[in-house]
């Protein structure tokens, strides 16, 4: 078995600047990679093993169900509301 085989990643911030730079490098690694956006429309010309998938961070079922099963999670997600208090947002 090598170790891509069965193995999931998390992208969190897949669409943004730093997520964007790293996701080549997760697909080689992982055999599915899921890459969360609220709005995976945004989520184009992804490698065949990345997944666009849906979720709001702050909602917690929604999170829960993109982290199922994987074997590890990249969070590069950040807010950008006005707010530098993030207990705030």
Known sequence: MNSR???V???TGASGYVGGL???EVCATFSTVRC???DPSKLT???PNAI???ADLLEFS???AALEDADIALY???SMADSDQFSEL
Do not use: G, N
Request: glycine share 0%; charged share 30%.
């Open 5 to 7: 085989q069965s193995r």
């Open 9 to 11: 990643a998390v992208l």
């Open 22 to 24: 790293i996701l080549e």
């Open 36 to 38: 969360v956006s609220r």
């Open 45 to 47: 010309d992804l490698p």
């Open 52 to 54: 666009p998938t849906k």
């Open 62 to 64: 929604e999170t829960r």
């Open 76 to 78: 590069f997600a950040h």
